[in-house]
């Protein structure tokens, strides 16, 4: 067990670009779920998957992101046109499909993005 | 719907003090609470979690948390603060969506300085 892992960790771009961020969960969790996090803020939902299917969305998840989990393994998160106010700490986080271990996300080390 | 409100933004304690975070929420059903740290520029580490079993909760380095349902509270305590405790420490409750997942909602942190 080697832990969520993202991908870059940093990200600057320049404001219309496009970025796209990685997120490889725990291999055995089913869960896979997306957070947004800005200075002085807790993480804000934004997305969830169950395996490959993605089950809600925020309505912070404007038509600009999208987000894949292609084969119910790693999964992306596309941002497209960034702004400026898309700067923020994106977070990864994954969990178990049954049992007690469901209540619990564990968390990768999170994609700072900086759009200037 | 569930909230979680976290009482003092930035707490300051003397090496070898009590801390105490201030941790209270809202939920129309009985809820999971959780207590994350996070390092800067680190995704979120969980230090422990209620979820209704013992009232009074055992974490990791140290820590603890008493769950009071007539007060809606769940507080975060360690007896003697470590230099290694400063960091960022977030409440957080969830329960179970309509999706099968655990919804989870988050405080907006609370920063623990110790000081030498």
């Known amino acids: 067990d080697t832990g969520v892992s993202q991908d870059p960790r940093h990200k600057i771009t320049k404001r219309g670009q496009n970025v796209t961020f990685r997120c490889d969960p725990i291999?055995?969790?089913?869960?896979l779920y997306w957070y947004r996090q800005t200075l002085g803020q807790g993480p804000e939902f934004l997305t969830y998957?169950?395996?490959?299917?993605?089950?809600?969305k925020s309505r912070l998840l404007s038509d600009r992101f999208s987000a894949e989990r292609p084969k119910g393994s790693f999964s992306t998160l596309e941002i497209q046109r960034t702004e400026q106010g898309d700067s923020a700490m994106y977070l990864c986080?994954?969990?178990?499909?049954?049992?007690?271990?469901?209540?619990?996300?564990?968390f990768g080390p999170g994609t700072r993005l900086t759009v200037t | 719907a569930q909230s979680v409100t976290q009482l003092g933004s930035h707490v300051s304690v003397s090496e070898g003090a009590l801390v105490l975070l201030r941790c209270n929420y809202s939920?129309?059903?009985?809820?999971?609470l959780f207590w994350y740290v996070q390092y800067p520029n680190q995704g979120l580490q969980l230090l422990l979690k209620?979820?209704?079993?013992?009232?009074l909760v055992k974490g990791i380095n140290g820590f603890e948390a008493e769950f009071k349902k007539s007060e809606t509270s769940f507080h975060l305590t360690k007896p003697s603060a470590h230099m290694s405790d400063a960091a960022e420490y977030f409440c957080?409750?969830?329960?179970?969506?309509?999706?099968?997942?655990?919804?989870?909602?988050f405080g907006t942190g609370t920063k623990l300085q110790v000081i030498p």
């Open positions: 291999s055995e969790h089913n869960r």
């Open positions: 957080a409750v969830s329960r179970l969506n309509s999706g099968g997942y655990q919804k989870v909602t």
């Open positions: 998957f169950q395996n490959e299917a993605q089950l809600e």
């Open positions: 209620y979820t209704s079993a013992a009232t």
């Open positions: 986080a994954s969990s178990s499909y049954t049992g007690e271990e469901s209540y619990e996300q564990y």
């Open positions: 939920s129309s059903v009985p809820p999971y």
